[in-house]
Every structure is written in C-alpha cells, then in structure tokens.
C-alpha cells in the first residue's frame, strides 16, 4: 500500500507549477492520540494555487474529504471506516496539505461528518463557507440593508448570496459579464452589476437611494477597490479578502476622509479562536442547505496539472476536485 501525493520538488517564480510532481510516499502510521486519514476528495482552491505560487508547503491542499483509515492508542472520536474532515491546515508545521492519499493528524482535528452532508459538500466545507460565515459576520450588516461584493459569480461569491439571503441582509453583486446577471439573479441576488457596461458607484448610488452599500467585501483589489470604497457609506467597512488583479488596491483619498475603513480579511486570522464556532454553525447552515457549495468537474490526482488549468478557467462552474 502506498501513498500518492502532489509534492513542490524544485520552484520556479516564472512557472511555479512546473515544478510539481507526483509522487509516492510511506502510508503514515497512526501514533498515539492521532488518526490516519484515507482522504479522497480535495478541492483545487485559489488558495491552495497561492501556496503553490509562494513556495509556502511541501505538498498543497487546504481541505479535503476521507475515511478513517487507521486510529492510534487512546483516540475517542472517530473509529475506522468514519467519514471525516480532516483539518491540515491547523498542522501547517509539516508542510504537508491534503493533496495525498493519507495523512495522520491529532484526533480533534478530525471532524466526523455527519451523515446529511454529502462526501462533495464535506470536502468544500472549510475555505468558502467559513470565510464567508466569518467575513460577513465581522462586518455586521444590519438586517434590511446592503453589502456589496466582487466576484460574485465565484463559488465563495454565491454562497455569501445564499447566506446574506437567510439573514435578511440584501446584496450588490459585482461580476465582469453581464451573462452572469440571470444566474445570481435566480440564486438569490438582489441586484447584480456588470462591470463591463456599467459604472459601480453611479449603479450603487441609484440602488440605494444614495445612502450607498453598509460595507462591502472585495475579493479584487486592483483599481477596482476604488470603485467599492467610492460605494460604500461614510464609515463603512471594506474588507479585501483576495487579490485576483495583483497585490496593490488602489483607494480614493477621499473616501478616506469620509471616513472608510479598508482592512485586510484572513480566514487564517480566526480560525483558531472561532475554530469550534465555525464547525458547529457552518455545519448547521450546509445540513440545511442555505449554504450549498457547487461541484465541478473531477480529476484523478496523477491529472493534477490539468485540474489545476481548469479550476482557472473563466466561467468553469462549479470547485473543481482532486479524487483518488
């Protein structure tokens, strides 16, 4: 038996990708207190692309789905054969995520997934919806008012829609083509702006009778964080939680003085504080399905490089996954 697993074996700035590989390592043997996990479905994330590109872990892969493969002396929670969660991204110290067939973890970092979660929502269940459980949470949007995103059409972006919906907060949503708008539409939107024929703060002003969005969430930054701080209310709160147009955010110096906040949001920054929160009402909102996470196309782990191509791919739908 033999574990295969995506491992970073050299770095190239210009390709980081290149320097992928599949590899097999020893099956991990379950020491005392800990538990081997089988995983066998793991999302390709922008996240798990980013630790790629920054050279930050020897085998990528911030989430994943498996089964109990082995328990070491002592262990309580689970038992073999248990469909689980297993969370590496709180074992970062060995440089090794979930894209390999086993890993051996601490028992509490082994969630038991309960039986009305699905094996595909289970492998989604942490980057997206804990960060949109988290980052729409700190913003604290009363009821009846609105937030404002970019890149809504993403699978994070609909699943905040979805939440923001159950909550009673109403959404701007930011999308590059306006063949987006019927879609986000009929998922819960309340109002979708195209950014291809349409201007972001003139839009905003006339949705809301120009009191602008409470505050809004940016997974951008670029020039197009100018456009949301000039949308959002004095003394509202933008949180820039990714940077698809590069490392810089352009902001207005006068939104500035009317007193907008701009700060950078990390899942990563609360997830250990919030760790048991964030399990139990997240959990509760997929069980439910008010959030519901969007499967993609599947590859097996040895098609790693052509996954990757397709989960950036514009307009490819759904997470695309990791299985074997």
Known sequence: MSNRAIEQQNFDAEDPFAGLALVTKPVPKAEPGHVVVRITLRPVNPTDLLSISSNRLRIPGSEGFGIVHEVGEGVTTVAKGRRVVPFVFRD???????????????????????????????????????????????????????????????????????????????????????????????LGADEVISTDNEDVATRVKEITGGKLAYGALDAVAGTLTKQVTAS????????????????????????????????????????????????????????????????????????????IKKSTEVARGGKVFLTG
């Open 92 to 186: 970062r110290q060995k440089g090794e995520g979930s894209w390999q067939q086993y890993v051996s973890l601490k028992q509490e970092l082994v969630w038991p997934v309960p039986d009305s979660i699905l094996d595909e929502a289970a492998a989604q269940f942490l980057v997206n919806p804990w960060t949109v459980y988290g980052i729409l949470t700190d913003l604290k949007v009363p009821k009846g008012e609105y937030v404002l995103q970019t890149a809504a059409g993403s699978v994070l972006g609909r699943q905040l829609i979805q939440l923001a919906k159950h909550w009673g907060i109403k959404t701007i949503n930011i999308v590059r083509r306006a063949e987006q708008k019927e879609g986000l539409k009929a």
């Open 232 to 307: 959002v209310r004095d003394g509202g709160q933008v949180f820039i939680y990714g940077f698809l147009a590069g490392w810089d955010a352009t902001v207005g110096v006068g939104d500035l003085f009317r007193g907008v906040r701009v700060a950078g949001w990390l899942l990563r920054n609360s997830e250990v504080e919030r760790f048991e929160e964030y399990i139990d009402k997240v959990s509760k909102l997929i069980e439910a399905k008010i959030i519901v996470p969007l499967e993609g196309e599947t590859y097996d782990l040895a098609d790693f490089q052509l996954a």
